[in-house]
């Protein structure tokens, strides 16, 4: 992903900036994104919420 820098005179014109960066990306471009931020946030080795959510539905029973 390469890093663009955009310096803005104020929000609207940053705003702005940001929705059209947004919507020129292709959907691969958004998921590839979206991916690395969460690599960023949680890491890479993060356990599957599906499994964790059945294993929560065990122990209640």
């Known amino acids: 992903m390469e890093r663009i820098v955009n310096i803005a005179k104020n ?9 059209l960066q947004q919507i ?14 969460k690599e960023r ?11 964790a959510e059945r294993k929560k539905d065990i122990y209640e029973s």
């Open 41 to 51: 946030v949680f890491g890479t080795n993060v356990p599957d919420v599906r499994e």
């Open 24 to 37: 020129s990306m292709t959907p691969r471009e958004r998921q590839e994104a979206a991916r690395i931020l």
């Open 11 to 19: 929000k609207k014109e940053a705003e702005e900036w940001d929705i």
